[in-house]
């Protein structure tokens, strides 16, 4: 049981809400938390914890408090390019730039803002209750999930050289289920994901005479086609993969055969090997289907990859028993894993140690239950409620992380 000097207050719930609706209006995208990053070092400085930059716009703490086991939680800072239409007081109506520079809205559309707010609150329980706990907690603020950019660059910054290696590494993830649960899943809980940008590079013509192009057009289709059977007819049925075809441009107008066109994919996998065969499955199609129109070898471009996300069985199994302690039996239910996809999982398999990724819910049971949509993360619309999803999140840190520190 968590002890009573590591509960959630009033006085730190009430401010925990302020920072939670001054961290909604103000998103930044991925890997340009800056305003982010200066925001959460100012609290943890105050609350008199060792913190470093790592990974460019990603902030690390360090909590010590005497002899004991060393253990991590990550929360993730990075908004979307969204523009907000959830109606709150508080909602964003911050820009942002692309990569390109084309100026974007930007949204906290899944939820990091709960996520930041509930460890920072977490992280204040345990630096003023140091009687109650003992050992070390490494506190993770990531940028760039939404990416896959922000564990990755992290880690190539020598976060685990850096910070104490821990011996198990927490995460939490704000989902549009009932406010007051936590979902999870054993072993595999979110899916690899791997996405690219095809180049299919052809020899344009007019449209009257097509004998004198390679039409990367009708290439590109039958690309896309062929690609479909990868997951019908080379993946055994009992195994999950998705590939799917997001975007296809080609062309500007429609007398003239353009000299290229390009596509988009997205891959998710559970089993390593399966992600394997799919991705070289789909090589070898784009590569023969070029050949075979005697056109040059397409570009295939990596757009991002995010790693596996498996949650250690044993791990699991005793947070989640001390979940149902703590927050009821009903509230804490086992499901499926999911298809979407986090690169929360790179952190414990770059040291090897296990990790525990859960799910807790954002919207009321009117919401749930209503007739209308259930907002869902990535939508405009996506505005948990703020309790008991923040008092949830910030239960569910706490009694983790006291699983393994506490007295």
């Not at 009903?330 to 996809?341: A, Y």
């Not at 990790?355 to 990535?378: I, K, Q, R, Y």
Request: hydrophobic share 40%; glycine share 8%; net charge negative.
């Amino acid at each position: 049981m968590t002890a009573q000097s590591l509960e959630l207050t009033d006085d730190l719930r009430n401010r925990m809400h302020e920072l939670y609706r001054e961290l909604h209006a103000a998103p930044e995208l991925s890997m340009q938390e800056h305003r982010t990053a200066e925001l959460i070092e100012g609290r943890l400085t105050a609350l008199g914890i060792e913190n470093f930059r790592c990974g460019g716009s990603g902030v690390v703490g360090v909590l010590k408090n005497g002899e004991g086991p060393v253990v991590a939680f990550r929360a993730d800072t990075d908004a979307l390019p969204l523009a907000e239409d959830t109606g709150v007081e508080y909602a964003s109506t911050a820009t942002g730039q692309l990569d390109d520079g084309t100026e974007v809205p930007v949204m906290h559309a899944c939820g990091h803002d709960t996520h930041m707010s509930a460890a920072l609150a977490a992280a204040e329980i345990f630096a003023g209750a140091t009687d109650a706990w003992s050992g070390t907690i490494v506190w993770i603020f990531q940028p760039g999930e939404e990416t896959a950019a922000g564990a990755k660059a992290m880690l190539e910054d020598g976060l685990w050289d850096k910070a104490p290696k821990p011996e198990v590494v927490y995460g939490q993830h704000v989902m549009p289920s009932l406010a007051g649960t936590i979902n999870y899943s054993v072993g595999d809980a979110m899916a690899l994901a791997d996405s690219w940008k095809i180049t299919i590079h052809g020899q344009g013509a007019h449209a009257s005479q097509p004998q004198d192009s390679t039409d990367p057009i009708v290439l590109g289709a039958h690309m896309i086609t062929r690609i479909q059977t990868v997951v019908s007819r080379e993946i055994d049925p009992r195994r999950a993969a998705v590939v799917t075809i997001a975007t296809f441009h080609g062309g500007l107008k429609e007398n003239i055969i353009p000299g290229s066109a390009e596509f988009t994919l997205n891959v998710r996998t559970f089993d390593p090997a399966i992600r394997e065969k799919v991705l070289a499955s789909l090589r070898r199609i784009i590569s023969a289907e070029a050949a075979a129109s005697g056109a040059p070898e397409p570009t295939i471009e990596v757009l991002s990859q995010f790693p596996r996300n498996y949650n250690n069985p044993e791990a699991t199994a005793a947070v989640m028993d001390e979940f149902k302690r703590e927050l009821g039996e009903d509230n804490v239910v086992e499901v499926e894993p999911m298809m979407g996809s986090e690169d929360f999982g790179a952190l414990a398999e770059a040291i090897d140690v296990p990790s525990v990724f859960w799910m807790f819910g954002g919207h009321p049971a009117e919401v749930m239950e209503g007739d209308g949509p259930v907002p869902v993360n990535h939508s405009p619309f996506f505005a948990p409620v703020m309790e008991p999803t923040l008092s949830t999140g910030v239960k569910a840190a706490v009694t983790a992380l006291a699983s393994r520190v506490g007295k």
